[in-house]
T-cell receptor, first 118, second 110 residues
Framework: ETGVTQSPTHLIKTRGQQVTLRCSSQ?????VSWYQQALGQGPQFIFQ???????GRGNFPPRFSGLQFPNYSSELNVNALELDDSALYLC?????????????????FGPGTRLTVL | QQPVQSPQAVILREGEDAVINCSSSKALYSVHWYRQKHGEAPVFLMILLKGGEQKGHEKISASFNEKKQQSSLYLTASQLSYSGTYFC???????????FGSGTRLSIRP
């Protein structure tokens, strides 16, 4: 059973550029959630994808967008990068979307992508 | 609304006990607990569902008081490997997301 993988590991961009981060979910999981984690803070929910549809969104502007593919892997796209976008971006896969699944809804996190915006 | 965790940080000697609290202003469907070591991804510890649960995981256990919308994580006879930042994450059935607290940093000294 393959765990959650993310690419790239690290990324350096300049303000105004665009970035795409990728996540492969754990085998059998149809739900992927993306989080932004600033240094010393908890993960902040960006959005969740369930069976290729956006299933919930946090307080992030529209320049944060995503996709989920038929194999349930996912992408996070960020346009017009700002300095405050510098953070660790985590994706997590689960068997069910939030609010369902009961005891079976643990999040399996990937190792993250460290994004630095200069 | 982000759940509130307390304390923000705690330092223990090996073998001592700790309690980490998590409270929410919303009616919750479940509470998740995760531990994150420096430079690593968060790792799942346990989920507690509404209905008032208690769960155990080795020497780490947790409770969920549905009436108070509060959960507590109990670490007994702490080991060096317990060091890290503990996050609670809350789910409410009306929102398709898990909201994480700001974390409690636990340091264990020999």
């Amino acid at each position: 059973e393959t765990g959650v993988t993310q690419s790239p590991t690290h990324l350096i961009k300049t303000r105004g550029q665009q970035v795409t981060l990728r996540c492969s979910s754990q085998s059998g999981h149809n739900t992927v959630s993306w989080y932004q984690q600033a240094l010393g803070q908890g993960p902040q929910f960006i959005f969740q994808y369930y069976r290729e549809e956006e299933n919930g969104r946090g307080n992030f502007p529209p320049r944060f967008s995503g996709l989920q593919f038929p194999n349930y892997s996912s992408e996070l796209n960020v346009n017009a990068l700002e300095l405050d976008d510098s953070a660790l971006y985590l994706c997590a896969s689960s068997l069910y979307p939030a609010g369902r699944g009961g005891s079976y809804n643990e999040q399996f996190f990937g190792p993250g992508t460290r994004l630095t915006v200069l | 609304q982000q759940p509130v965790q307390s304390p923000q940080a705690v330092i223990l000697r090996e073998g001592e006990d700790a309690v980490i609290n998590c409270s929410s202003s919303k009616a919750l469907y479940s509470v998740h607990w995760y531990r994150q070591k420096h430079g690593e991804a968060p790792v799942f510890l346990m989920i507690l569902l509404k209905g008032g649960e208690q769960k155990g995981h080795e020497k780490i256990s947790a409770s969920f008081n549905e009436k108070k919308q509060q959960s507590s994580l109990y670490l007994t006879a702490s080991q060096l490997s317990y060091s890290g930042t503990y996050f609670c994450g809350t789910e409410d059935s009306s929102a398709s997301k898990i909201i994480f607290g700001s974390g409690t940093r636990l340091s264990i000294r020999p």
